[in-house]
C-alpha cells in the first residue's frame, strides 16, 4: 500500500480550496485572517497525525522498525538479537628487577592509556607459567617478562585496540612494574546490526520445518557472531564417504574454537538435522603459515612504523581467511604496499620457506604463525 503524503503546504492548501468551494461567497484567505490561522492550525494537527501514522508503521513491520522496536517485532517468533562479542589478545607484564617471583592473578586488570578500554586477564592451562594453585600466573625470579591472554572486559569492536596501546596496569601486582601488548587485539564485534538482524530472520523463515544445509547453517550462525562454517555431506569425522553423514566445521577466528563452543554448535544442529542422520561438528585443521619478507621505504618514511604496519595488515587477512581457502603467494605483495604508501618495494617473500601458494585441506584453515617483516 502506498500513502498520499502531504506536506504542510498541501494540506493548508487542500484545506483552503475545500472551503471556499463550499461557500457561496469569496472568503479571506489573506495571511494573518481568522480563517487561514483556523486552517493552518488544522493542518498542523493533521501534519502531526500522519506522522503518527508513518511511526506506527514503521514499527510493525520488520524491514523498516529499527533498535529495541526491530528487537520487539522480532520477539514475537522468539528470535533475540546475537550479543557484542569480547576482543581478545595477549598482554605482556615486565619489571625493572627480575631478582623476586612475582604473580600475574587470573582477574587482573590492564587497559588503554587513559583507561578507555580496559582487559581482564583470562586462565590459560596451556601457558607454562600457568599455576592452578595460585589461580595465575608465575613470573619466576631472573624472568623479566611473561606474556598471558586477556579478553576485553565490555564486548564490542572498541576492544580492537592497536599495539602498545594497553600501557596501564588497573590491578597491583607486586614484582611487576610494566604491560604492553605486541599485538593488535582481534574478534572484538558489536552487537548484531539492524541489517543483519533481518538477513537472519530471513533464514529463519527460510529453514523452518526443513532439514537442510541453510536450515544447519542457520543454527550454527545463531550460536554467536564470527564463527565461519563449513558443511560437507556424506562426510563423515575421518573425511570418507558415508552417505546420511555430515560434517560441520567451524572456527571463531582463532582455528582453534574450544569445547565448549563445538558442543553449543552441535546443541544448535541437533534441533534441525533430519532424521535418520548423524553429524559431528569438529574445529579446523589448523595449517600455520611462516611469512617472511623485506620491504623496501620511502627515505622520509620510518622503517619501524611501516613494520608494524606491514605485519598487521598480512596478519590481519591472513587469520580473516574461510575454512578451504587458501593464501596465495603473491597476495602478500600486495598486501604489504597497501599497507602505507611509503612500501616501495617487497622482496625476499617466503611462506613457510617456499615461493609457493598455501593450499590448505578442504577443512584446513590458515592462520599466521609468524609475520618477519625486515
Known sequence: MTLNLQNFSTLVQNAAAAVQGASSALLDLSVGSVLRAILEAS???????????LQVLSMTRAATSAGSDLDSWMADFGLTRLPA?????????????????????????????????????VADPANPAWSGTLNGYVLAAGLGA???????????AAGNVQPATVT???TAMP??????????FTGGLNAETDAAFRARFVNYINSRSLATPIAVGYAVSSVQQG??????????????AQMGFFTVTIDN????????????????????RPIGSSFAVLGPVDVPVAIVLTVTIAANATLATIV???????????????IGAGLAYSRIAQLAYDADPAVVNVTDMTLNGTTADITPPANGVVKAASVVVN
Not at 97 to 107: D, E, F, I, R, Y
Not at 253 to 272: D, F, R, Y
Not at 310 to 319: E, P, R
Open 43 to 53: 493542518s498542523s494537527v493533521a501534519l502531526w497525525l500522519q506522522w503518527l501514522i
Open 85 to 121: 562479542v569480547a576482543a581478545s589478545g595477549t598482554v605482556t607484564f615486565s619489571r625493572f628487577t627480575p631478582s623476586n617471583t612475582a604473580l600475574v592473578p587470573v582477574g587482573a586488570t590492564v587497559s588503554t592509556a587513559g583507561g578507555t578500554e580496559s582487559f581482564t586477564v
Open 227 to 240: 564463527l565461519n562454517y563449513l558443511i560437507a555431506e556424506n562426510t563423515n569425522a575421518a573425511g570418507a
Open 168 to 170: 596501564l596496569l588497573g
Open 175 to 184: 614484582g611487576v612494574d610494566q604491560v604492553s601488548n605486541p599485538l593488535a
Open 253 to 272: 577466528g582463532t582455528g582453534n574454537p574450544p569445547a565448549s563452543l563445538l558442543q553449543t554448535v552441535s546443541a544448535a544442529i541437533e534441533a534441525v
Open 308 to 322: 608494524g604496519e606491514v605485519a598487521q595488515a598480512i596478519t590481519l587477512y591472513v587469520d580473516a581467511l574461510p
Open 146 to 156: 611473561l606474556s598471558v591472554p586477556v579478553v576485553a572486559t565490555t564486548p564490542g
